[in-house]
């Protein structure tokens, strides 16, 4: 049996039975993502992969990887790996995973623009800890903590994000 469906509306995010308060992109839903933009990408995205620091949390899922120290997210366009995980030294540009902050204790990773990426498309399209209600992110799907952890151990690689292109009007 596929797990259920985790779909946006403008209320939150419904699944599970549940409306789950979370927060988008500062650019709002567009069909037309590009790096840099602060969308959140509309579409059904399929969940690829979850990490988390073991160091500040416990394993969410069984299906989890640890976010180990050197951890990277490539997000330039420019090079072969963009959009994917890479490690340090890495001298192109790109976002840390190990953060100081909470944001990035349990990462959800979507298929946006992966694995192979289209330079410019946008990359990193996470669900992560919010930095506080009504605070946008650069384009993921952010939640309160406490609901981030309910939804973790509820998910596979089956379940797939809905973002509706109608929220982007």
Known sequence: MRPADMVLTQRGLRFRGRTIPCVIGRGGVRSDKREGDGAT??????????????????????????????????????????????????????????RADPLYDLVILTDWNWPRAEAGRGSAIFLHQWRRPGYPTEGCVAFRREDLHWIAPRIGYETRLIVPEALGR
């Open 41 to 98: 990408p509309s579409g059904t995205h399929r969940i690829v992969g979850m990490l988390y620091r073991p160091d500040r949390i416990a394993r969410p899922a069984d299906w989890a990887v640890p976010i180990r120290p050197g951890d990277l997210w490539s997000d330039d366009p420019g090079h072969e790996d963009y959009n994917l995980m890479v490690r340090t030294p890495y001298p192109h540009s790109h976002e840390a995973l190990r």
